[in-house]
């Protein structure tokens, strides 16, 4: 395989950053949020799930344009429109607004996700695919990370309005990115060509698989998507030291996935893999739930270690 497939990887971590940064950071600003615009822990609830619920509704259609027009101009446009759309929500007047604009963005950064993961697909070969995916998807704790750290600082030094401005330019530079260096795989193998399966969406084994998988990020997204606010109004946390977890969180998380995808790689299995870490992360997720009273020196690690699992 061409050299060229490391750029194409590190294009896809970009753009799978820019949008992580969205959707995994922004509960870094749920304190600033809930008071901004006076919010219930119900409407923040929605304000955090708003870019998730644009990502489900239009992530299948995206991966069909991909399938079409190519990984270029699907990623190339649909990140120029969540720039657009962050650019809309920086400037929202109230909790409507918001929510609107964030679901949109939602519904454009989905391309990032169909996208990328078809170029790393089509790149790479089988014996590198489990590694170079999971270094794909340290796009996700990586952007998420550094936006759990960096936002709160970007609100305390400037405004709400500034760390949203900042995100949409995260995106500008992904879809340039994008634009500038995504190229279509090179064909596959003669033997790879033989190869015949049902259409995805009539695939039972990956509606299965999907099923499996959305069940296992539910405790990835609660852990991420409440740790802030649950440390700085239950256990009275200082925003950036309960941000800090989140970032803890999403480093470690990235760090183990590129773990577990080498690991797929080397057993050249996926799935069984996969339930190991389930049945560990399950586990872990009990022990946090236990300790949800308890002081930050015992919940601190509890929370870390069952979100990182809960991310490999």
Do not use: N
């Not at 006076?38 to 619920?53: A, C, D, K």
């Not at 990115?177 to 090179?186: I, V």
């Not at 946090?288 to 069952?306: C, N």
């Amino acid at each position: 395989m061409s050299r060229y497939r490391w750029t194409i990887l590190a294009v896809g971590v970009g753009a799978q950053m820019a949008v992580s940064a969205l959707r995994q950071g922004l509960p870094s600003l749920g304190p600033t949020l809930r008071s901004t615009f006076h919010l219930s822990l119900p409407q923040l609830g929605v304000i955090l799930g708003s870019v998730s619920v644009g990502i489900v509704v239009t992530v299948i259609p995206w991966g069909a344009l991909a399938d079409r027009l190519g990984e270029r101009r699907v990623i190339g446009a649909g990140l120029a429109g969540t720039t657009g759309a962050l650019v809309a929500a920086s400037f929202a007047s109230g909790y409507t607004a918001l929510v609107v604009a964030l679901v949109v963005a939602g519904m454009f950064g989905a391309s990032a996700t169909g996208a990328s993961g078809r170029a790393v697909m089509g790149w790479f070969g089988r014996s590198q695919r489990g590694l170079a995916l999971g270094i794909r998807q340290t796009g996700v704790p990586l952007g998420g990370g550094v936006a759990a750290v960096a936002l709160p600082l970007i609100v305390a030094g400037f405004s709400l309005r500034a760390a949203l401005l900042v995100l949409a330019a995260g995106c500008l530079i992904a879809a340039s990115a994008g634009w500038r260096w995504m190229r279509e795989p090179p064909p596959p193998p003669r033997d790879r060509l033989a190869l015949q399966s049902p259409p995805p969406l009539r695939d039972r084994r990956l509606w299965r698989l999907a099923a499996g998988s959305g069940m296992l990020v539910v405790a990835q997204a609660s852990i991420l998507g409440f740790v802030v606010v649950f440390l700085h109004d239950e256990h009275g946390w200082p925003v950036a030291a309960a941000a800090a977890v989140l970032g803890a969180i999403q480093v470690a998380g990235s760090v183990m996935r590129v773990v577990a995808g080498r690991w797929s790689d080397r057993r050249d299995e996926r799935v069984a893999p996969m339930l190991l870490v389930a049945s560990a992360s399950s586990v872990l997720l009990l022990a946090a739930a236990a300790l949800t009273h308890a002081p930050g020196v015992f919940l601190a690690p509890a929370l870390i270690g069952a979100g990182v699992l809960a991310m490999s």
